[in-house]
């Protein structure tokens, strides 16, 4: 999808919910629902700690935190938790997130949109970047790959269409939703439920005799 001049950037974070699931970034970003659970009250303790703009610095790196980061390209916006510049010139990029360090792939993608986002803006290639899981206190270090960066551009142009749209998708009513904290507004089972019955009466009253 070409971008425009009167398109409106999305923000980095929209990147994220599309991954974990549409609906949730619908809500978010089209309907401006937003509520707290244990996760997001976790993962806003974790970022208290760089989410104030300020610079420091250890052994020659210098770490920018809650640095202003955007794409004209692919109109984009946001900002990285914290990016390290090193003296021999490499650019890291490096998000925080709270639970263990495991892969999620919906966090790959947000890291991958920083990096697509500070090469545009620094003129210098972005090769890795990491996640850093608050819990487990380790850096899960992410490779930004052809693949991961083609997910990205599909991923941003998903997102636009959404948003274009307007329209919430349906829900999904699986695992993802004991976590999200849209639950309660989103009532992923009382709308399955509805489908179903639906679905259920439309055969009832489409039976062949």
């Known amino acids: ?27 978010i970003h089209i309907e401006q629902a937003f509520d707290e659970n244990v996760h997001t009250m976790r993962g806003n303790a974790v970022h208290q700690r760089v989410d104030e703009p300020g610079t420091d610095s250890f052994e020659g790196v210098r770490s920018e935190h809650a640095l202003p980061v955007w794409s004209e390209r692919l109109g984009l916006i946001g900002k990285c938790d914290i990016v390290e510049f090193h003296p021999n010139g490499r650019i890291y990029p490096v998000e925080y997130k709270h639970g263990k360090k495991r892969v999620k792939l919906h966090d790959d993608l947000q890291l991958a949109a920083q990096a697509i ?48 749209n307007g329209q919430l998708p349906p829900p999904v009513n699986d695992a993802r939703c004991k976590e999200c904290s849209l639950q309660d507004i989103c009532q992923p089972e009382a709308l399955a439920d509805k489908a179903h019955q639906r679905e259920i009466l439309t055969g009832l009253f489409n039976v062949d005799e």
């Not at 999808?1 to 974990?20: F, G, K, R, T, V």
């Not at 620094?122 to 850093?132: D, R, S």
Request: glycine share 2%; aromatic share 4%.
């Open 1 to 27: 999808m070409a971008i425009s001049e009167s398109d409106e950037p999305i923000m980095l974070s929209a990147l994220q919910h599309w991954s974990y699931c549409p609906r949730q970034c619908a809500l």
């Open 117 to 164: 986002c500070l090469e545009e803006m620094t003129g210098k290639p972005v090769t890795h970047g990491a996640i850093y899981h608050h819990t487990s206190r380790r850096r899960r270090e992410v490779e930004i790959t052809a693949t991961l960066r083609q997910q990205v551009v599909d991923t941003v142009n998903a997102v636009r269409t959404l948003l274009t």
